[in-house]
T-cell receptor, first 117, second 113 residues
Framework: GAGVSQSPRYKVAKRGQDVALRCDPISGHVSLFWYQQALGQGPEFLTYFQNEAQLDKSGLPSDRFFAERPEGSVSTLKIQRTQQEDSAVYLC???????????????FGEGSRLTVL | AQSVSQHNHHVILSEAASLELGCNYSYGGTVNLFWYVQYPGQHLQLLLK??????LVKGIKGFEAEFIKSKFSFNLRKPSVQWSDTAEYFC???????????FGTGTKLQVIP
């Protein structure tokens, strides 16, 4: 497809379950980002990949959160032992790289809404 | 650390009214500035951006924003809003040359026909 694709769109998990959220970026986009958007808040940065390298994971809230992008394309955000405070929309975004500099323009997917009961 | 403040959380306007949404950021160096919009049921998309040059930037659908460096501000404006502008608007900033983009908390705009 032409845009960033995320799945599942909706996920309900019981507290303590593990979840995996998938992101398929725009073809050829080098950079991939994960953001967390809680209700009534703006997107909060979680982590960033350039190709398969995870260059910044400073936003991951705990060691229960793990992200990977093994072949530099599809990425998975995994949350272990989910807690109620993990309930949020998880957004994936990708960008092309232009002249070696980040243009800053993010192309977002529609997000995966996680509800932890 | 960079941060972005949006002072208006919820704005209600009648059609044809003028719009100004405030955005302030906290970083003294070179920044890139953005406004993103999220229409109901849709994904976030770029409305306009400022990297350098003319501080008055124009985006899609008649929106514009002015970068005032001395005030650390990047307010969004539109002279006459339409019902279809009902959406949530996010101001965002990133440090020049750095990948991470920081978002404000958003402003929900409701335009009444």
């Amino acid at each position: 497809g032409a845009g960033v694709s995320q799945s599942p769109r909706y996920k309900v998990a019981k507290r303590g379950q593990d979840v995996a959220l998938r992101c398929d970026p725009i073809s050829g986009h080098v950079s991939l980002f994960w953001y967390q958007q809680a209700l009534g808040q703006g997107p909060e940065f979680l982590t960033y990949f350039q190709n398969e390298a995870q260059l910044d994971k400073s936003g991951l809230p705990s060691d229960r959160f793990f992200a990977e992008r093994p072949e530099g394309s599809v990425s998975t955000l995994k949350i272990q032992r989910t807690q109620q405070e993990d309930s949020a929309v998880y957004l994936c975004a990708s960008t092309p790289r232009t002249s070696g500099l980040n243009t800053g323009e993010l192309f977002f997917g529609e997000g995966s809404r996680l509800t932890v009961l | 650390a960079q941060s972005v403040s949006q002072h208006n959380h919820h704005v209600i306007l009648s059609e044809a009214a003028s719009l100004e949404l405030g955005c302030n950021y906290s970083y003294g160096g070179t920044v890139n500035l953005f406004w993103y919009v999220q229409y109901p049921g849709q994904h976030l998309q770029l409305l306009l951006k400022y990297f350098s040059g003319d501080p008055l930037v124009k985006g899609i659908k008649g929106f514009e924003a002015e970068f005032i460096k001395s005030k650390f501000s990047f307010n969004l404006r539109k002279p006459s809003v339409q019902w279809s502008d009902t959406a949530e608007y996010f101001c965002a900033v990133n440090l020049g040359g750095y990948q991470k983009v920081t978002f404000g908390t958003g402003t929900k705009l409701q335009v009444i026909p």
